[in-house]
């Protein structure tokens, strides 16, 4: 399927409608959609109608710009008033939300038309969508592998042609590590950037919104319609959002960069070293200055994140406990039913999780674990914003491996775990960034990541066009 600006262009020219959009994605959807499962909520009437309503804007002179018509999808732990909302959870199985995140409302009112929500592993805990406990998403690349977590239904949508451009989540790489696997472009901006309002919460200090889009001119366009502050999320920054598609525009010569030698370690694969140091290369004769910098401490972000994020989420999660949210299970008391609706309500990771989480929060382990780890998330930052006192942007690996097989690594979850391991740093230290393709290896998509100081999105975005157009090659 074209990018979102190149269909935007056609319904400009008068060479397409939006309603011709939209039952274009539909019947992308229908081709692929039963192999590749993208979607647990479809809207084709409300869609439909949505695009007639765009179509009726545009005749009379009334469009809402680029946005205006173009079918779109968002993760199922965003809010949207009215339509189930699921966060890949039988607890939240049949909730309809009263009120739409922020991130959807913004979209709406610029006209874009919600094709549908898309799978994910369960409340945003995973790396493949093997955990959504409505059925795992394929990789559309190769079904049999797995297309990445936890916003791989966001993933497979794009990347599949079924529409234009989705939103997703992050917490530590679920917009950037799909996107990898799958081949299309995967942002996440810096932390309060994008409004959490209306996102279902796992993790609070380190969630955040992204976009999958089909290159990055696209990824440019949709942050720029769901960045700047709300009084609804005080952690929304104030900073004012800069011009994206100008800074694509003008690309990164005269940038500078660093590849980190701990994003190149043991562990990667030696084709994707290769694929980033062969970008690197291009990006020197390009004009950009590549220069040594060190993240040392990057090499512990891993076991922080599993010691920070899960204690969140024991948090968030007791919310959901059979009373307000999803079914309630028959007890004799209230601890019973509390304990049975929560053990039938969620799925193995997600219990593993808030388990983990209970206990580094438990008394005698607060200390050891947890305090420790949010030390360590200090240290880190510190250590980035150092880095970028000598480079402009860092280049390195997305993932260390591409897309792997169905049941691999759901046996062993620390294997899982380490599907993350290169973006866990940013989710930790509250950077903006993306994921940009590469080369195929051995088929398969490969993921360039390129990442920028806090709020420096628009540099982040001119280094990554360049990358993009030197990529390709």
Request: charge should be negative; charged fraction near 20%.
């Amino acid at each position: 399927m074209e990018s979102l600006s190149a269909a935007a262009a056609r319904m400009a020219n008068g060479e397409a409608t939006a309603e011709q959009l939209v039952r274009e994605a539909m019947d992308r959807v229908a081709e692929r959609e039963e192999e590749l499962h993208a979607f647990l909520t479809l809207l084709p009437e409300s869609a439909l109608e949505d695009a007639r309503e765009s179509d009726r804007r545009r005749a009379s002179g009334q469009g809402h710009g680029l946005f205006d018509g173009i079918p779109w999808a968002a993760k199922d732990n965003l809010l949207t008033e009215g339509i189930r909302t699921t966060a890949g959870s039988r607890i939240l199985g049949d909730y309809l939300p009263p009120y739409s995140s922020t991130a959807v409302r913004r979209l709406d009112e610029r006209g874009a038309v919600l094709l549908g929500k898309t799978n994910l592993d369960e409340f945003a805990m995973g790396s493949s969508t093997e955990y959504s406990a409505f059925g795992p998403s394929r990789n559309p690349v190769d079904p049999s592998r797995v297309p990445g977590g936890s916003s791989g239904g966001s993933a497979v949508a794009v990347a599949a042609g079924m529409c234009h451009f989705a939103l997703g989540s992050e917490t530590g790489g679920s917009v950037r590590q799909p996107a990898a696997f799958c081949g299309v472009v995967g942002l996440k901006p810096s932390y309060g950037r994008v409004s959490r309002y209306g996102l279902i919460a796992f993790a609070s200090s380190l969630d955040q919104i992204g976009t999958l889009t089909r290159d990055v001119r696209d990824a440019a366009a949709v942050l720029g319609a769901i960045a700047g502050e709300d009084p609804m999320d005080q952690t929304s920054s104030t900073a004012p959002v800069p011009d994206y598609l100008a800074a694509v525009a003008q690309g990164g010569r005269g940038l500078s960069f660093g590849v980190p030698p701990e994003y190149l370690r043991e562990g990667v694969a030696p084709e994707v070293r290769a694929e980033v140091e062969r970008v690197a290369a291009a990006l020197e004769r390009q004009g950009l200055r590549r220069r040594e910098v060190s993240l040392p401490h990057t090499q512990y972000a891993l076991d922080a994140y599993y010691i920070i994020a899960p204690a969140e989420a024991s948090s968030n999660l007791s919310r959901f406990d059979g009373m307000r949210y999803g079914p309630r299970a028959e007890a004799q008391d209230l601890v019973e039913a509390y304990r049975r609706s929560r053990g039938q309500g969620f799925g193995t990771e997600v219990k593993r999780r808030i388990l983990l989480g209970a206990y580094v929060l438990s008394a005698g382990y607060y200390d050891t674990y947890y305090l420790q780890a949010q030390r360590l998330r200090t240290l880190l930052r510190q250590e980035f914003l150092r880095a970028f006192e000598q480079v402009d942007v860092l280049l390195t690996p997305t993932t260390p491996t591409t897309a792997f097989q169905f049941g691999e690594n759901t046996q062993d979850p620390l294997a899982m775990y380490m599907a993350d391991a290169l973006t866990i740093p940013a989710n930790l230290a509250g950077l903006p960034a993306i994921s940009v393709p590469g080369q195929p290896i051995g088929g398969l998509p490969v993921g360039l990541q390129v990442m920028a100081p806090p709020l420096r999105e628009d540099v982040m975005l001119a280094a990554a066009a360049t990358v993009e157009e030197v990529a390709s090659r």
